[in-house]
């Protein structure tokens, strides 16, 4: 099961990481092999431009990440609000599913679409 939290936080680290930074800031948003199976699936979904480079045994032996993709800043910013994503976050919680990215986008689109017409004047 994907851990969004994890997601948003990777997506952040990208979007302030530097060309100096290390991978460091990214392995210390938690648990490494949870950290880096994002980092392959935010690469793998097109959000991040990442390569990671394993052993023949399926060891992680090198990880270069670089910036979010154009893709990646876009959905970033659906995210990106703080009581956006406490209700998007909520509603995946409470869906208890591991949806695909394109179907995450949707979520996140209708889920901004939806909190920002109720600011609306009728």
């Known amino acids: ?14 979007v302030a990481h530097g060309p100096d930074d290390g991978i460091a800031d990214f392995f210390s948003l938690g648990d490494s092999r ?4 994002e980092l392959a699936r935010l690469s793998s979904d097109g959000l991040l431009e990442a390569t990671l480079s394993y052993d023949s045994f399926g060891c ?31 509603t995946l919680k409470a869906a208890d599913v591991d949806i695909s990215y394109p179907l995450l986008k949707e979520v996140c689109e209708e889920i901004v679409k939806r909190y920002v017409m109720k600011f609306i004047p009728e």
């Open 1 to 14: 099961m994907r851990d969004y939290v994890l997601m948003r936080q990777v997506l952040a680290a990208a």
């Open 34 to 37: 949870a950290v880096e199976a």
């Open 60 to 90: 992680l032996t090198g990880c270069d990440v670089g910036s979010l993709t154009d893709e990646g800043a876009v959905f970033f910013r659906l995210v990106e609000n703080a009581d956006v994503w406490r209700i998007v976050h909520s």
